[in-house]
C-alpha cells in the first residue's frame, strides 16, 4: 500500500506526498523491492536509491544521479505515478512529491515531481508541501540553531532548491509550520513579445524560465476574464498556446540543452486583493490548472517585470492566485545564466496536512494505474 498525505497550500492547491512503503503488494512484477523502513504509518520516509539499487539491474548508476532516477521511474515504474495522480485516487490538477535520498553534498532529500501528464522539473508549490511534511513530520531533522527558521536543502530535476521554513515549536505537542519560502533556480527572460498565432490570431507572449518555460499571456489582451468561470476557456486556450510554441522555433536553456520546450502558459491579470500585484493561473500540458499562483511561475514573472523595469522596489512581489491566496516573491540578487542577464528570487508560502491516507492498489481493480478521461 502507498501511504500519503493531502494538503492545502497556502495558494489553495492540494499537493500529495506519498513513500514506496512495500512494493510487493502493489504490483507481481516489482516483487525485488524491499520494504523500506516504516516503523510506523506514518505519511512519508525518504526512499533509498542504494535499496532499488540492490534490487534493479541497471538502476546502481542511477543511485545518486536525480535525472537518471526520475527516467528510470518514467520508463521502468510509471504505474505507480498514474495511480496516485489520476482519478480515482487523485485528479487532473494534483501535483505529487516523491522525497529520495539526497544526490548533492549538503543536501538533505531530493524530490521527484509528478502529475497528470509526467515529471515536472520543479515544483514551487511542491516544494512548499514536501517541507511542511518533512518537518512537522519529523522526517528530516535540520538544524536549529536557537533560530525562528530552518533550513532545508532539496535537490531537484532543475537544481538545488534552499528552502527556509519558519517554525514555530510553541504549538501544541507538535513542531508547527507557520511558511516556506524557498530560493529557486536563476529565472531569466529567454523572448520577449513572441508572436503565436493560434487559429487565424495573433498573440503576443514572453517566455521566461522559472525553474521551467513559461508563456505570460495577458488576460485582457486575448480577451477572457481572469475568473473560476472562465477556467475552462483557459485550459482550452493554454492547450492551444502550449502546441502552437511547441511546435515552432525551439525553446531551449542556455546552459542545459535538455531543458527545452515551453511547460506551461500564465495567464496574467488585474488582482482582486488589495495586497496583489497581479492575479494569475497557469496551465500546463493536457490542460491541467495550478489555482495556486504558481511558486516556479511567479518566479519566471518577476524575471519579465525585472527586465521591464516595473518589479517593486524594496518590497515582495505578490501575486494572487485563481483560489485567492498569496505568495510572495523578494529578488534576492541579479547574476547571468550564460550571457543572459538572470534574477535570483526567493518566494513564501504556507501550506497545512490536511490529512493522512492509506492507497489501497487492489489486483482487480481496472483502474489502479488510473484513470485519464
Not at 489553495?12 to 512503503?21: C, D, P, T
Not at 516503523?39 to 536525480?66: H, K, N
Request: proline share 5%; hydrophobic share 45%.
Amino acid at each position: 500500500m502507498l501511504f500519503a498525505a493531502a494538503l492545502t497550500i497556502g495558494v489553495g492547491l492540494i499537493v500529495l506526498l506519498f513513500v514506496l512503503a512495500d512494493a510487493r503488494q502493489l504490483w507481481r512484477t516489482a516483487a525485488e523491492i524491499k520494504p523500506i523502513g516504516l516503523a510506523i504509518p506514518v505519511v512519508l520516509t525518504l526512499l533509498s536509491y542504494a535499496a532499488m539499487s540492490r534490487s534493479y539491474q541497471g538502476i546502481a548508476d542511477a543511485a545518486g544521479c536525480r535525472l537518471a532516477f526520475r527516467d528510470w521511474l518514467r520508463i521502468r515504474r510509471d504505474h505507480l505515478r498514474r495511480g496516485v495522480v489520476l482519478e480515482p485516487r487523485g485528479h487532473r490538477d494534483m501535483t505529487a512529491a516523491l522525497l529520495t535520498l539526497p544526490s548533492s553534498p549538503g543536501s538533505d532529500a531530493g524530490v521527484v515531481f509528478m502529475d497528470a501528464q509526467g515529471y515536472p522539473d520543479v515544483s514551487g508549490h511542491g516544494i512548499m508541501g514536501a517541507a511542511v511534511i518533512a518537518i512537522e513530520r519529523g522526517l528530516l531533522m535540520p538544524a536549529h540553531a536557537g533560530e525562528p527558521d530552518l533550513r532545508v536543502v532539496f535537490d531537484t530535476a532543475a537544481g538545488t532548491v534552499h528552502v527556509r521554513a519558519r517554525v514555530d515549536d510553541r504549538a501544541a505537542m507538535r513542531r508547527r509550520v507557520d511558511s516556506v519560502a524557498f530560493t529557486n533556480v536563476p529565472a531569466f527572460v529567454h523572448s520577449a513579445g513572441r508572436p503565436v498565432r493560434i487559429g487565424g490570431r495573433e498573440l503576443r507572449v514572453d517566455i521566461a524560465y522559472g525553474g521551467a518555460f513559461f508563456a505570460i499571456v495577458d488576460t485582457e489582451a486575448v480577451g477572457i476574464p481572469l475568473a473560476s468561470s472562465t477556467l475552462p476557456a483557459l485550459r482550452r486556450l493554454g492547450v492551444d498556446l502550449l502546441e502552437a510554441l511547441n511546435a515552432g522555433d525551439a525553446v531551449v536553456h542556455q546552459l542545459t540543452a535538455s531543458v527545452a520546450g515551453v511547460s506551461g502558459v500564465i495567464f496574467t491579470g488585474p488582482p482582486q486583493d488589495p495586497e496583489a500585484h497581479l492575479r494569475n493561473v497557469t496551465i500546463t500540458r493536457g490542460g491541467i490548472a495550478d489555482r495556486s499562483a504558481c511558486g516556479a511561475g511567479t518566479s519566471a514573472v518577476m524575471a519579465v517585470l525585472d527586465a521591464m523595469g516595473l518589479l517593486p522596489e524594496d518590497q515582495p512581489f505578490v501575486h494572487e492566485g485563481l483560489s485567492g491566496l498569496l505568495l510572495r516573491g523578494r529578488a534576492l540578487r541579479r547574476t547571468q545564466v550564460g550571457e543572459v542577464p538572470a534574477l535570483v528570487t526567493e518566494i513564501e508560502g504556507s501550506a497545512w496536512i490536511t490529512g493522512e491516507h492509506t492507497l489501497v492498489f487492489d489486483d482487480e481493480d481496472p483502474f489502479r494505474e488510473g484513470l485519464d478521461i
